[in-house]
């Protein structure tokens, strides 16, 4: 009995270690991964945590009860940089959402979707205003064919989001690169794309800046 709870346990805390080496590894993984992998493990909880186990069970809903505070303040800057991997994008959000907590899905989906609209706005907003001070450094002979082509920019740039999200999703178990798929995307998507590179460049963890301290202190003593 107490070898079969014992391969319970590792079952339950497997995904634990595997989270743990992903996002704390040598490799530093991208901001993409994080909801996902907190999603896989409130998931997990909380099938555990209905178990008929009875220490199972208790193990689970005190883990959850910690865990609770990562889900409920989900970030939802990290929910973007998952729409922003073409293997996942909105939908997975939605799926996540709609698997854990039914009843507020659609309205936390809504959020997620109307923030991401507004901030790529600001975006839009911004390449606007870049390219209009790069036209006025022309010359006047050119001034009016770079104002033409702004108008052309901001028109089609709009639409950069909508055109990203109404493509056919790449196959999720595919393993991808995700800053070179944009890389080799960014003339598609010339607004898109710079919000992805300011977005997917977000460290998940603080693994890598406390590492730096780390190795500082071993070189430079604290009396320097």
């Not at 870049?130 to 033409?148: I, P, T, V, Y």
Request: charged share 25%.
């Amino acid at each position: 009995e107490e070898w079969y709870r014992i391969e319970k346990i590792c079952n339950l805390v497997q995904p634990f270690d595997e989270i743990t080496t992903l996002i704390s590894g040598r490799k530093y993984s991208t901001a993409n991964l994080s909801l996902k992998n907190v999603w896989r493990i409130e998931l997990l909880l909380s099938s555990y945590a209905n178990c008929e186990d009875p220490f199972l069970k208790s193990m689970a809903m005190k883990m959850k009860g910690k865990f609770k505070n990562y889900w409920d303040s989900y970030s939802t800057i990290l929910s973007f940089a998952t729409i922003l991997d073409p293997r996942y994008k909105f939908q997975f959000v939605k799926y996540c959402f709609s698997q854990l907590d039914s009843e507020n899905a659609e309205l936390k989906s809504k959020i997620v979707r109307d923030q991401m609209y507004k901030l790529f706005g600001e975006y839009v907003k911004e390449s606007s205003h870049s390219n209009a001070s790069d036209a006025r450094r022309q010359d006047d002979a050119l001034a009016g064919f770079a104002a033409f082509d702004q108008v052309v920019v901001s028109s089609c740039s709009t639409l950069d989001l909508d055109k990203y999200l109404d493509e056919f999703q790449l196959d999720h178990t595919m393993d991808l690169d995700i800053l070179t798929w944009w890389k080799e995307n960014s003339n598609r998507f010339p607004s898109l794309r710079i919000m992805a590179r300011d977005i997917l460049s977000i460290p998940m963890t603080t693994v890598a800046s406390e590492s730096c301290f780390s190795m500082g202190g071993r070189i430079i003593t604290k009396w320097r």
